[in-house]
């Protein structure tokens, strides 16, 4: 009888523990998936982060008959004869999103802890420039008059304003669906990392 119960205790013990690490796991789980703030320190060390590049090959026109200006009454304005000069540049748009100014307010936690999602702001140039070699090949000079030929000071100019010209641009509109899917997957991808297995992002 005695050994009956000792097996019956031993089988009560065996299946408290088996239920109790059941039940534990879970709740460490809970515990230790981040909180906003750990979320939203973890992107914020990311701080300006490109998820999408556009290339853009314009070219850049240059007429000094509608560029330069004289007046009759200073002869040193006057330039006898025009000069023309058509450069093309190729400029690099880095699309992203600056996360230094991420708060809790752009991270909700569903109330069950089940979902996380995430807020972003708008997206922006995050990084720009455009090719410093000049073909020559590929630029085309005429000059009339006296005027000599456009110099390289002048078409780095020409190019500098072409490069303007593009920044001033609404190009995102062309790459948004690419931006946003992109930031998507990216932003998905840091949070699952972190422990939470499901992650919407929102995009502006």
Partial sequence: MKN???????????AALILLSC???????KKKLPSKA?????LKQKADIVTTELKVRKVAIYDSSKSEKFT???????????QKCIIPI???????????????????????SSIVVIHLPKPKIIDA???TYIDEGSVV???????????????????RKGYEAVLKDELISSVGEDVKRNAQT?????????????????VE
């Fill in 72 to 82: 009759w009454k200073n002869p040193n304005t006057w330039k006898w004869g025009d």
């Fill in 90 to 112: 190729e400029v690099t748009l880095k699309y992203g999103y600056d996360l230094r100014n991420l708060s809790i307010r752009n991270v909700e936690i569903e109330e069950d």
């Fill in 141 to 159: 000079k005429m000059s009339t008059g006296l005027r000599s030929e456009v110099g390289h000071a002048l078409q780095e100019e020409i190019r």
């Fill in 186 to 202: 990216l932003f998905t991808s840091i949070v699952k990392a972190m422990g939470w297995k499901h992650v919407v992002v929102e």
């Fill in 23 to 29: 039940d534990n796991p879970q709740k460490e789980l």
């Fill in 4 to 14: 009956i119960l000792k097996n019956l205790y031993t089988i009560f013990c065996l």
């Fill in 129 to 131: 420039g455009y090719n």
């Fill in 38 to 42: 750990d979320i939203v320190s973890e």
